[in-house]
């Protein structure tokens, strides 16, 4: 079994380690050994360590390696968008297998991928794309056919996690928890994509187009990343027995006029510190999956670096090395449900607003009547400190209002906080939040 290397880099690099260290391991699983035909990089002259592979191996010619006649199987652990696509569709549509860790070309071109193995009778796996090394989409397109997913919830970026996981331990600020992750070497020099939720709305896309059966791509993820959250939003989380993790959330719906949607979407949100999630620390990854007949069900573990990466492109390379011996293919995409992505502003979710009001007679009803007036309804309303300790003043004498409400249409909401902030009572909306996970 002749594979094709493309990218050679954290992930490609342990991949190659892995393979040397396991290859009579890989050789007994898969029934044929496995050799690397050749690795395509960008820069022959890099430094690659003591990287156990014979140097002559190396080309920056990825296209024309992919077309070698000798290559059965092209794993591509490079990113991007072009020109990772143009030499994926090439094998594909060679019928050569494919093993992918691309996040951003699945969410961007999933589809393009998925017809070009159509038409080449080739397998495209990518279980490495979403939550790194966790066993997640294999068990999405596999093990859960059975059965009807109604909702997805996942912790799946894992810098952003270690950032709020810093601000929650120690009352850091989103920008100084943001140096502490690049010095300890999660976020990457430009963090963009993983601080606004661009890594994260891809995973989103992915996840939500396995488990609902249709093409969901980063386009159709509505996003918000962590940027705007404050020391002030994780302080008031905390005395409301939560914490506030960036979460990607996929969930079926049902639109006004009775047809199945879904809502596809990345936000930071409030989760009460009893639902799984809310313990999942550090640098951690971790997926919730609502079944209706399997109930719920938790995925876990290490979502980046370059071994749990690795990891599960080896576990791909096995399952498609096998397929091509016994001369089989895995079940092609499932995308027969084809249900409309439902807007934001249509999602169901609620609100923790926290503000400053005048400290006088009606000021409350004038409040409740904004809320009533967008018809979203009120759960909660706490008058007093954010620490919840008694008293009802909250900065320069006025009063402070920890509201949250029933679930509701976002667009509702996002109305409801537009004319709280319009008001001449509320001195300031100090915090808006999403809660999910209910408490
Ligand atoms: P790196 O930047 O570490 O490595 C990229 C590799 O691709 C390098 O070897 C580089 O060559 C090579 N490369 C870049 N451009 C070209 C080109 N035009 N032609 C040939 N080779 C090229 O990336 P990672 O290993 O971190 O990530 C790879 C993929 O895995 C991405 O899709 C990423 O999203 C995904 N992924 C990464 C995770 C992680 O923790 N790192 C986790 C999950 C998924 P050279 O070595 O010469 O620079
Ligand atoms: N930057 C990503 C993260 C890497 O922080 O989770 C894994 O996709």
Redesign the pocket.
């Known amino acids: 079994m002749r594979l094709a290397l ?8 342990e991949v190659v380690r892995l393979l040397h260290e396991q290859s009579a391991d890989l050789a007994a699983r898969i029934g044929a050994p496995l050799e690397i035909a050749g690795i ?5 002259g ?1 430094d ?1 360590g003591d990287l156990p592979v014979d140097p002559a191996l190396f080309t ?1 010619d ?1 296209l024309g390696l992919v077309k070698r006649d000798d290559v059965d199987v092209v794993v ?5 968008i072009e ?2 696509r143009g030499w994926l569709v090439e094998a594909l549509r060679a019928g050569k297998s494919v093993v ?6 699945l969410a961007e071109d999933g589809g393009t991928l998925h017809d070009a193995a159509a038409e080449g009778g080739a397998d495209l796996y990518y279980e ?2 979403v939550a ?1 090394a966790i066993p997640l989409l294999r068990p999405l397109r596999e093990s859960l056919h059975g059965d009807r997913i109604t909702r997805v919830t996942g912790i799946v970026n894992g810098t952003t996690n270690f950032i709020l996981s810093a601000m929650d331990a120690t009352g850091a600020g989103f920008a100084e928890a943001l140096e502490e992750a690049t010095e300890l070497g999660y976020a990457e020099a430009d963090p963009t994509a993983d601080v606004e939720g661009f ?1 994260a709305a891809a995973k989103a896309a992915i996840l939500a187009s396995l488990a609902f059966h249709t093409r969901v791509s980063a386009a159709d993820v509505h996003r918000e990343g962590i940027t705007e959250v404050t020391a002030a939003d994780v302080a008031s989380a905390k005395a409301m027995g939560c914490t506030i993790k960036l979460l990607c959330i996929a969930a079926r719906g049902v639109d006004a006029a009775g047809r199945e949607t879904v809502n596809v979407r990345v936000h930071p949100a409030m989760i009460p510190l009893t639902h799984p999630l809310a313990s999942v620390g550090d640098a951690f990854n971790a997926v919730f999956v609502e079944a209706e007949a399997a109930g719920q069900l938790m995925f876990y573990g290490r ?4 071994a ?2 690795a990891s599960a492109v080896l576990g791909d390379v096995v399952a498609v090395a096998r397929n091509r011996l016994a001369g089989v293919r895995a079940a092609s995409e499932s995308a027969y449900a084809d249900l409309p992505v439902r807007p934001m502003g249509e999602a169901l979710t609620r609100y923790h607003v926290r503000l400053d009001v005048a400290d006088r007679p009606g000021v409350l009803a004038a409040v409740a009547g904004v809320f009533a007036r967008h018809d979203v309804s009120i759960a909660t309303v706490r008058q007093g400190s954010a620490d919840g300790s008694p008293g009802t003043t909250g900065r320069g004498g006025d009063a402070e209002l920890v509201i949250v409400t029933h679930v509701a249409p976002d667009a509702a909401l996002a109305a409801t906080v537009a004319e709280l902030r319009g008001l001449d009572i509320v001195r300031s909306v100090t915090s808006v939040l999403r809660v999910e996970g209910g408490f």
């Not at 591509?76 to 991007?80: C, K, N, Q, R, S």
Request: glycine share 24%; proline share 5%; charged share 20%.
């Open positions: 493309l990218g050679c880099g954290t992930v490609g690099g395509a990089v960008r820069r022959l890099r690659r920056t990825a591509e652990v490079v990113g991007g020109p990772a992918t860790a691309n996040k951003a070309l490495a794309a790194g890594d979502g980046a670096g370059g749990p990466t």
